[in-house]
């Protein structure tokens, strides 16, 4: 499998690395970033799941709508609905593997190999001879020690492989994710790098040719390395999986198709980025938001006083016959206020759908009443407080390749007005995948 290689297509649903039955790769990526890198394109939505999986979301809310988390081989996680696949390893290795644990692997033992000159006798032949006939040896091999592959050899490739992996392919500090480890890290992983890689080994850097042969290398070291590691504990063993589903893109074993890696429905992380957005824009931040859902804000972006005006907002103004509705987002700059719902559609909309012939909603439409309805509810708050000064606005916010904004042209018009505002996707996961940097190993 080769980065530069994988065809890139858009996804409505699942979003990250598939093998379909031929064994070919695909490169599902959000609606917006078809244009973008297979390489850059894979390092952002890695940093972007990362800063993602560490929300405070609601499991209960996106099991229902979602399915299960995925791990490992296929291995079903109860309880999380965010349906992360990784058959690559890479949540293992780089994401929830702390580095101080493997310590405890890096015993080295050796073997004492026999003086061969202890039976000079049997030597006689590599003897020298002086003046008066007597017999010496200009040098007499010792016995000597000699280190052998075991398992402080794979936690130095390990060590290896996370540099590699955060210097060369995310383009970050290791530091944000190894804090005080980074040091002993480094050592460990030079060790290794000095006992057995060339300079220019490297699984992300140099040319095609470079980086295969350095692949095969590695393949090669970790199989020797097995061989040799004994006694293996559940950690080694843990490790060692991690290691091999990532140097074998994750189809050794059982020749998974269908996701490799990555999330089954990505409607979740959009709203997440698009929180993230609406906090980046103007200058008073998260002053102006009066109330939103919360539960896909990352950590560290509000307070809990901030956390509890918010709920109180949400039942004051949208709370009505025993329905609690949380909006995603709600903005007051001066007398106007804006309804923001965030939304993952392919293309914008700007006609309403209607009934179906079997007499149900399109999920479009479900959306626009939703809007609507919000719109109202906080139209009807103001009115009672005696804001009349006051408007309401809607916006729906949707992915695409470059910002914009339009408007419906529908008679009649709709009240609260209505705008659909496209938002530029890769911006805005930069933006939210930058975030990877300031979080710290859990």
């Keep these: 499998m080769r980065l530069d290689e994988i065809e890139r297509i858009e996804s409505s649903g699942e979003v990250g690395l598939v093998r379909d039955g031929d064994g070919r790769y695909l490169l599902k990526v959000p609606y917006g970033m078809a244009g973008v890198g297979s390489g850059e394109a894979l390092s952002l939505l890695y940093r972007c799941f990362v800063v993602f ?17 995925v791990q490992g081989n296929g291995r079903e996680r109860d309880g999380d609905g965010l349906a992360f696949h990784d058959a690559l390893g890479l949540d293992e290795l780089f994401d929830k593997a702390d580095p101080r644990s493997l310590l405890s692997m890096c015993e080295r033992r050796g073997r004492s190999l026999d003086d061969p000159y202890r039976r000079l006798d049997r030597h006689l032949h590599r003897a020298l001879f002086d003046r008066r006939g007597a017999t010496y040896f200009e040098y007499v091999q010792g016995s000597r020690r ?42 460990l992983a030079e060790a290794f790098h000095h006992r057995y890689l060339s300079a220019e080994d490297s699984l992300y850097r140099g040319d095609v040719r470079s980086r295969t042969r350095s692949l095969h290398h590695l393949r090669h070291l970790l199989q020797c390395i097995d061989r040799y590691a004994v006694p293996r504990d559940a950690r080694y063993h843990q490790l060692y999986d991690a290691l091999e589903r990532y140097l074998n893109a994750g189809t050794q074993r059982d020749r998974h198709t269908g996701l490799v890696w990555g999330v089954k429905e990505f409607w979740a992380v959009w709203e997440s980025i698009c929180l993230c957005h609406g906090i980046s824009e103007g200058e008073l931040g998260l002053k102006r938001f009066q109330t939103c859902d919360d539960q896909h804000l990352p950590h560290g972006l509000s307070s809990h006083a901030e956390q509890s005006r918010w709920r109180e907002q949400r039942w004051k103004l949208f709370a009505r016959n025993h329905i609690e509705r949380r909006p995603d987002l709600v903005i007051q700059e001066g007398e106007i206020w804006t309804v923001v719902d965030f939304k993952y559609y392919p293309q914008p909309r700007l006609d309403r759908p209607k009934w179906s012939e079997d007499a149900k909603l399109a999920k479009e439409e479900r959306d626009f009443l939703n809007l609507e309805a919000y719109g109202l509810l906080l139209s009807n708050y103001l009115a009672r407080e005696g804001l009349s000064e006051h408007r309401v606005g809607l916006e729906m916010w949707l992915p695409g390749e470059h910002a914009r904004w339009l408007e419906p042209t529908v008679e009649p018009a709709w009240d609260p007005p209505l705008r659909v505002r496209v938002l530029a996707t890769t911006d805005l996961i930069k933006g939210y995948a930058n975030r990877y940097q300031r979080s710290t190993l859990a």
């Design 53 to 69: 999986r560490r929300t405070r979301r609601d499991r209960d809310v996106l099991a229902a709508r979602d399915g299960a988390d």
């Design 146 to 187: 000699t280190g052998q592959f075991g398992k402080a050899d794979i936690v130095g490739l390990y060590c290896f492989l996370a540099l590699d992996f955060y210097r060369e392919f995310l383009k970050v500090d290791p530091l944000c994710a190894w804090g005080s480890f980074l040091s002993e890290g480094e050592a």
